[in-house]
């Protein structure tokens, strides 16, 4: 089992940024796919970035050059950095992150961005 502790959102102004982390309970050596998705009112869950355990990432159309997914091994964690936000970035994000048997959620963190 693996426990996912995310933090870092919050209310920002449009334009701002923020830095979401996601704390793992064990290595992330050991997971094969890193991922943030999001998830705003009546809409689906949506991937927004993925990280992979070579070093390759891959983001939506709609946050490249924005957004910027990264991990830092020594403290089990992977953050998603958020700049230039918009309205329309405001949503629950939630880590995820996958291993050779299954893949592990975190319980969201919401990110709203408003004037």
């Known amino acids: 089992q693996v426990q996912l502790v995310e933090s870092g959102g919050g209310l920002v102004q449009p334009g701002g940024s923020l830095r979401l982390s996601c704390a793992a309970s064990?290595?992330?050596?050991s997971f094969w796919y890193m991922r943030w998705y999001r998830q705003a009112p009546g809409k689906e869950r949506d991937l927004v970035a993925a990280l992979t355990s070579s070093g390759m990432t891959t983001y939506i159309d709609s946050v490249k050059g924005r957004f910027a997914i990264s991990r830092d091994s020594a403290k089990n964690t992977v953050y998603l950095q958020m700049n230039s936000l918009k309205p329309e970035d405001t949503a629950v994000y939630y880590c995820?992150?996958?291993?050779?048997?299954?893949?592990?959620w975190g319980q969201g963190t919401q990110v709203t961005v408003s004037s």
């Open positions: 064990r290595s992330i050596f």
């Open positions: 995820n992150v996958e291993d050779r048997q299954q893949d592990y």
